[in-house]
């Protein structure tokens, strides 16, 4: 214990003097001073599979946010002792969830107060019952999966919206903005591809606009070979394809699916906008995301946060590293307010509305997000270009 805790404060000092532009922070102190103002860093785990570029992404937006808070404590402070310090502690899980099992112990034994993660619902679901079992608040980032918040978890949360609200939007882009008659839904078996293919098959029949499911299957989530499916969809020839499964997966899709003679819209979900996508020349498939918050372009802390990024790690942001960036930081900014973890925290989480990049971020009694955004984009030559948004609950922060 005694070594995590020297390499947290380790990891904290570097974390440090790389936020402070200035490099005031870092400055040399006398010994006593330094002694005054160390402070035993609080933990935040991230958990995901971090060989994948995306994941790493989501990590680097919530260190980030750690960093830029620590800075700002230890300003305000004016050299006396800082209220709360954080240290952002990841793990490779490789989303597989026998291994995010050591994981989540290693969290416990850690201290940590919340988790931001795990990157798949079947895996965050899998080590649920220890983050209850020790009152660790689990913030998942990714996923939309409704059974994470309907087991009756204190400790679950969801940034994103439910499957349910995800398929209504869905639905509404496919029949109202895009004019979708025939429709295939193609889902992988994981807990998110089958709830949100479900809640959109329901969303089509329970909706006015005359259109029909004219095929349906499941894929292996592990698989990139979709020959089958694609010579299924060649004899239904839909109009519309939806492809409901994680961001990892969506590339060898539409690469598949392009090569193909289908001259289908496909309508992909979140994580997709991340991805550039170059169609075969003359091809006639059209390309399409809902992605699950507002566009941000013309908003001043989307722009705010896109610099600070790309002057911290060189590279531009992810989708994922805002959604980790606002985890991270209302994780933090409850911590702060209850004091530390545990049943206060968490009591703060399900009480309080906590300030994001789109809007205000505020869970349900259950850990669901009262507010969310999405906008539909397509894919062309300048890559994705924003068509539509939607909205509940509070209105996006730009608008």
């Known amino acids: 214990m005694l070594k995590i805790v020297r390499d947290l404060l380790r990891m904290g000092a570097v974390a440090l003097c790389a936020s ?33 570029p995306i994941l790493k992404s989501a990590r680097d937006g919530a260190l980030l946010a750690i960093e830029e808070r620590n800075a700002r404590q230890l300003s305000a402070a004016h050299g006396a002792r800082p209220a709360m310090q954080f240290a952002l502690l990841e793990q490779d899980d490789r989303s597989e969830s026998h291994l995010a099992q050591y994981t989540a112990q290693y969290f416990v034994r850690s201290g940590v107060i919340g988790v931001i993660g795990h990157w798949s619902a079947d895996v965050a679901l899998a080590v649920a019952d220890t983050y209850e079992e020790h009152a660790i608040a689990q913030i998942m980032f990714t996923a939309s999966t409704p059974q994470f918040t309907e087991k009756g978890y204190k400790t679950a949360f969801r940034l994103l919206s439910s ?5 209504a939007y869905l639905a509404e882009s496919a029949l109202a903005t895009l004019g979708a008659r025939r429709v295939a839904v193609v889902a992988n078996n994981s807990a998110f591809g089958q709830s949100l293919a479900k809640a959109f098959i329901d969303q089509m029949a329970a909706r ?76 006639k498939m059209s ?113």
């Open 287 to 399: 390309l399409y995301t809902l992605e699950p918050d507002a566009d941000l372009r013309d908003c001043p802390a989307w722009k705010g946060f896109l610099e600070r990024f790309e002057q911290r790690f060189k590279r531009a942001p992810s989708s994922f590293s805002r959604y980790a960036y606002n985890t991270a930081n209302t994780l933090m900014e409850a911590a702060v307010q209850a004091g530390g973890g545990g049943p206060r925290l968490l009591a703060e989480l399900h009480q309080k509305s906590y300030k994001g990049l789109s809007g205000p971020i505020a869970f349900d009694k259950n850990g669901n997000a009262r507010n969310d955004f999405y906008t539909l984009y397509r894919n062309g030559a300048a890559g994705w270009a924003p068509l539509k948004e939607f909205a509940s609950g509070a209105a996006p922060a730009c608008h």
């Open 20 to 52: 402070v532009a200035a490099g005031a922070a870092c400055a040399a102190k006398p010994a006593g001073e330094e002694q005054a103002t160390a402070v035993k860093p609080v933990g935040i785990g991230f958990a995901g599979p971090l060989a994948n």
């Open 208 to 283: 006015r606009e005359p259109a029909q499911v004219v095929y349906q299957t499941t894929v292996s989530s592990k698989t990139s070979d979709f020959n089958v499916a694609l010579q299924a969809l060649e004899a239904s020839q839909p109009d519309l394809i939806l492809f409901s499964a994680n961001a990892l997966q969506v590339a060898p899709f539409v690469n598949s699916v392009a090569r193909s003679k289908l001259a289908s819209a496909l309508l992909l979900t979140g994580g997709s906008v991340n991805q550039k996508f170059s169609l075969p020349l003359g091809s």
């Open 163 to 167: 499957s349910d609200r995800t398929a």
